[in-house]
């Protein structure tokens, strides 16, 4: 079992950067495939990126690819998000998930994810 928390949320103006950690603790970092959501009030939780155990593939949805890029630190067993050119239609609750119990795939829906966070809210001005 892994136990996961992220950081690094706050207000940012659009056109902004800001980026997200994710740390763990529990089960070795390195298991788990990793991914980050984000729910907007009033929506589904959505995908934004997922990351392979050992850091070598990655996946993005389009609406953020060319912005966001997901990356892992196993040796600090820590996740990140780094968001560019945030745009208005970007602030939401932001999580990640690990997923325990494949072997090699990378899941890019919510509902493979074994374990989650309690997310860190990401609000746009613009």
């Not at 602030?91 to 494949?102: E, I, L, Q």
């Amino acid at each position: 079992q892994v136990q996961l928390a992220e950081s690094g949320g706050g207000s940012v103006q659009a056109g902004g950067s800001l980026r997200l950690s994710c740390s763990a603790s529990g089960r070795t970092f390195s298991s788990y495939a990793m991914g980050w959501f984000r729910q907007a009030p009033g929506k589904e939780r959505e995908f934004v990126a997922a990351i392979s155990r050992g850091g070598s593939r990655t996946y993005s949805a389009d609406s953020v690819k060319g912005r966001f890029t997901i990356s892992r630190d196993n040796a600090k067993n820590t996740l990140y998000l780094q968001m560019n050119s945030l745009k208005p239609e970007d602030p939401a609750v932001y999580f990640c998930a690990a997923d325990g119990h494949s072997s090699y795939a990378v899941p890019l829906t919510a509902y493979e994810y074994d374990y989650w966070g309690r997310g860190t809210q990401v609000p746009v001005s613009s």
